[in-house]
């Protein structure tokens, strides 16, 4: 595929939700950032992320231990 000169590639919206230390470099990086420091906060960020539309959402190991049950993971 060719790209005429000055094209931008469009970028993916990625989320990265844990605990605030965790995730904090990746901001670096442009990944957007929703921290979570328990179950709740976590599913709500989980949420949030789906309704903003975010193409790719990562969490932590933390956060995916907490919240396995209630996603059915």
Do not use: H
């Not at 901001?27 to 975010?54: C, H, N, Q, V």
């Amino acid at each position: 595929m060719r790209y005429e000169k000055g094209y931008v590639m469009p970028m993916s919206k990625i989320a990265v939700i844990g605990p605030r230390d965790a995730i904090l470099a990746f901001s670096a990086l442009g990944a957007d950032t929703f921290p979570a420091s328990d179950r709740d906060s976590a599913l709500s960020a989980i949420e949030k992320a789906r309704t903003l539309g975010y193409q790719l959402v990562f969490v932590t190991e933390t956060v995916a231990e907490q919240v396995a049950g209630p996603l059915n993971l």
